[in-house]
């Protein structure tokens, strides 16, 4: 007898329901509830219920995160990681915030798209804080 495919509880599809609709992927509900995302995409098809587009997860606003603290705790020797799990953020995005709020070097390219004469001591913070002035 083959327990290829056989499941040992059944799919509470209100529940996957629940979480697909807070913006979680099929991939992330599958995690929770033991699911593959592809089973879980079959159930949704089948039960008619609207997926979402691929690759296209709910927009949901950034996370707002002190930059004073920020900056204070990566200079206390906290990761990326640490930060991140702090103000939920991935690990990239908590060094992304990190390096434009110490006002990471300018790069060319993007003084030139604002319109900026170049310099190589001109920092992002220094910029957008003049955008914010005018």
Avoid: C
């Amino acid at each position: 007898m083959s327990t290829r495919g056989s499941r040992s509880s059944k799919l509470d599809l209100k529940e996957a329901r629940g979480l697909y609709e807070q913006g979680l992927s099929f991939a992330q509900v599958g995690r929770r509830l033991g699911y593959s995302a592809t089973y879980l995409a079959r159930r949704f098809k089948s039960a008619g219920i609207q997926a979402r587009p691929e690759g296209r997860p709910l927009a949901t606003p950034a996370p707002s995160v002190d930059l004073d603290e920020l900056i204070r705790l990566r200079e206390e020797g906290w990761t990326y990681p640490r930060l991140g799990e702090r103000y939920g953020l991935s690990d990239d995005a908590a060094r992304t915030r990190y390096l434009r709020a110490k006002g990471r070097p300018l790069r060319r390219a993007e003084a030139e798209r604002r319109g900026v004469a170049w310099d190589r001591s001109l920092t992002t913070l220094e910029v957008y804080n003049a955008e914010v002035v005018q």
